[in-house]
């Protein structure tokens, strides 16, 4: 998995690495169960989006009540369903 990383990390540099660990994710996800999430680009702008604009030090309060509200939200969608270890 982190040769692929690397790759994607190589073609896509604009992108985070948070980002690109969700979008892995997001893709097992997608595998084992259709459209749970929904489609990549909703998947974004529901969860990716949100969670990155919280995790600078000049964030908006809003930005960062938003991102713990997305995290949570993906945390209990994914719980019972995906392990974390």
Avoid: W
């Amino acid at each position: 998995m982190s040769v692929s990383l690397v790759v994607v990390n190589t073609i896509c540099g604009e992108f985070s690495h948070q980002f690109l660990i969700m979008f892995v994710d997001f893709c097992m996800v997608q595998f084992v169960r259709p459209n749970l999430l929904g489609t990549k680009k909703e998947f974004r702008a529901r969860f990716v989006n949100p969670i990155e604009n919280g995790r600078y030090i000049d964030s908006t309060r809003d930005d960062v009540i938003l991102m713990n509200e997305r995290t949570r939200l993906l945390h209990s969608t994914l719980d019972g369903f995906v392990q974390v270890r």
